[in-house]
């Protein structure tokens, strides 16, 4: 799958599209190799200048809305991966964050507020090749430099995807049963991991972090390549991957919604 989608993500296939446009003319293929090359530009500008990443991502990041208020009792929190750049980290021997960053200082701020509270660090290599250095030993550094007390700290360190980080996650705790826990990932992919924990049996409390939109759809044109392709690329992944953990029951829900919001829909 991993593969797949370095192939198919917007910025790659429009590139390859350029390839095979610019290898046609030299093959003296001149009315096919034209609508290619003219279909690849015009898609590249597109993305440019219209914010269409935006728009795709501003349903997944509105569908959660950061909670008012936590309950006074929280049995744990739930943070997943995805915080840190692993590979910066093992050349620089320090702690970098990613622009993720948010869901790792939002699990600092709520472990202060519930000293109590139990937190899971759900990590894993996030890699379904050979395992490399994951989440687990860059959050433990961090830990230890917050000065959170180790002892209440879980790390789940098997997953290589969000549905495995809910099933592995619940199989280290004793029992969940209704006991509230708040779960901290990135707006965009609080959909797909609430799905994913909801059914994988957890009473989760959702607290997105890490936003990319101002949740407004607007027509500001600019002309931006690089954002207009990340956001694009981010945006068409997730909602890939929506479609595919309901086609494999990994999530009850095609689109994942609180209780309250799914009565209303």
């Avoid at 914010?51 to 997944?60: E, F, K, N, R, S």
């Avoid at 509105?62 to 692993?86: D, M, Y």
């Avoid at 050979?130 to 430099?145: E, T």
């Avoid at 829900?253 to 209303?264: G, M, T, V």
């Amino acid at each position: 799958m991993a593969l797949l989608w370095d192939i198919i993500k917007p910025g790659n296939a429009l590139l390859l599209a350029l390839c095979v446009g610019t290898l046609l003319l030299f093959r003296k293929k001149q009315a096919m190799a034209k609508v290619i090359i003219i279909v690849a530009v015009a898609s590249f500008l597109a993305i440019a200048i219209l914010p269409v990443g935006t728009w795709l991502l501003i349903p997944l990041e509105n569908r959660f809305q950061p909670p008012g208020s936590l309950p006074h009792n929280v049995r744990g929190i739930i943070v997943l991966g995805g915080a840190f750049e692993n590979k910066l980290i093992l050349a620089r021997r320090q702690l970098v964050l990613k622009n993720s960053g948010e869901r790792i200082l939002t699990l600092f701020q709520l472990a202060k507020q519930y000293p109590k509270a139990r937190l899971i660090f759900a990590g894993g290599s996030g890699s379904l090749g050979p395992r490399g250095l994951g989440d687990s030993l860059p959050a433990k550094s961090f830990f230890d430099q917050m000065g959170i007390d180790f002892g209440r700290v879980i790390l789940e360190e098997r997953a290589r995807s969000t549905y495995e980080n809910a099933l592995f996650s619940r199989q280290l705790v004793s029992s969940v049963g209704d006991d509230q826990w708040v779960l901290i990932t990135s707006a965009w992919h609080m959909p797909r991991a609430f799905g994913a924990f909801r059914k994988a049996g957890w009473a989760i409390i959702p607290y997105p972090v890490d936003f990319r939109t101002d949740g407004h759809y607007n027509m500001t044109p600019a002309f931006d390549l690089t954002k207009g392709l990340g956001l694009l690329s981010l945006a068409l992944k997730e909602w890939g991957a929506l479609a595919y953990y309901r086609l494999r029951g990994w999530s009850d829900a095609l689109f994942p919604a609180s209780q309250d919001r799914a009565d209303k829909l």
